[in-house]
């Protein structure tokens, strides 16, 4: 594969996982308003999840409540997911630095690798101490295996780039 070719697929790779990250940083901020159409999505006669999944059912309206009671008494307590939705944006555009360099920023793709690593101890650690139940603490744990992937991918082409500068 050329170099040229070599680039574009790192950078249509860095575009995806940034767009997944603005979108998962964007979505921390209407958390109030999303759990209530999740619950009603949930509720509704054509869903499948009350009669299949009632675990997961009840863990929705349970968040839902907690939001909406914080939210009219303590909605301080949010501005943390406003942080955590920042967090993200600014996250995405450090891989920028990838995307226009991607030889000399591939530090930006490990640690990124090693962000996703984190989230495993992270969720294992801090689930039980919040009384997350384990299977939501698996799914937020999916975010770090899922979000690893792309990067390995990257990681892999971005070796692959410079072998080909150093030949050439």
């Not at 939210?71 to 307590?77: G, I, K, L, R, S």
């Not at 919040?130 to 990257?154: A, E, N």
Request: glycine residues 6%; charged residues 15%.
């Amino acid at each position: 594969m050329s170099e040229r070719a070599l680039v574009r697929r790192i950078r249509v790779w860095l575009v995806v996982f940034i767009v997944c990250l603005v979108l998962s940083g964007l979505t921390a901020f209407p958390l109030v308003t999303e759990l209530r159409w999740a619950e009603d999505l949930l509720a509704s006669s054509a869903s499948p999840v009350p009669e299949h999944f009632p675990a997961l059912a009840e863990w929705i309206s349970r968040v839902r409540t907690g939001l909406d009671e914080v939210d009219a008494n303590q909605p301080f307590v949010l501005y943390g997911t406003d942080w955590l939705a920042f967090a993200h944006l600014v996250i995405a555009v450090a891989f920028y630095g990838p995307y226009r360099d991607p030889v000399r920023n591939i530090w930006v793709i490990e640690f990124g690798m090693i962000a996703c690593a984190g989230i495993i101890p992270l969720a294992l650690i801090c689930g039980p101490i919040r009384d997350i139940p384990f299977w939501w603490t698996v799914i937020d744990m999916s975010f770090g295996v899922f979000g690893v992937i792309p990067l390995l991918v990257v990681r892999r082409m971005i070796k692959r780039l410079e072998a080909v500068a150093v030949t050439a």
